[in-house]
């Protein structure tokens, strides 16, 4: 855990948050927050701050806990559909060090966008340069 991390502190029950869902390893609780009625968070217990950064274990426990929940959520406020996401890195949005999943509840008609609005300029890459983007990450996959 880290001693000034928010999320440690109420996976230690320091700071109170309303839980939705725990297993040994994960917790949901509603974001203190929300965009949206009903927007929850998933997070790993220990704690970690990238995606990259969690075991294949921990992973498959997170986001398994993320299917059994997004339906059970949206129904529980009678949601239309839900944003699934993870802000990984600052640059990205990340205000909480801490690996969570975000599912936020929408409703026909809400004025939200869809997580395609979260980038920024659309780049015009070429055939070549989506080649070697493909190629880069399979070689670091890879590696
Ligand atoms: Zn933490």
Redesign the pocket.
């Known amino acids: 855990?880290?001693a000034d991390?928010?999320?440690?502190?109420i996976?230690d029950g320091d700071i109170p948050a309303r839980t939705v869902h725990e297993t040994d390893d994960v917790l949901a609780f509603l974001d203190a927050n929300p965009l949206a009625r009903g927007h929850t968070l998933v997070?790993p217990k220990?704690?970690?701050?990238h995606v990259g950064d969690l075991d294949d274990g921990l992973a498959s426990d997170l986001f398994a806990a993320v299917t059994e929940l997004t339906p059970r959520v949206q129904a529980a406020v009678d949601a239309d559909g839900a944003n699934v996401g993870i802000n990984d890195g600052e640059a990205a949005g990340q205000e909480?060090?801490?690996v969570h999943v975000h599912i936020i509840p929408r409703f026909e008609g809400d004025g939200g966008a869809p997580l395609h609005a979260v980038g920024g300029d659309r780049p015009d890459l070429s055939d070549d340069e989506l080649d070697a983007i493909a190629a880069d990450v399979s070689a670091a996959l890879d590696g």
Not at 5 to 9: D, L, R
Not at 46 to 49: K, M, R
């Open positions: 855990m880290s991390c928010i999320f440690c502190s996976v997070i220990s704690h970690a701050q909480v060090p801490h």
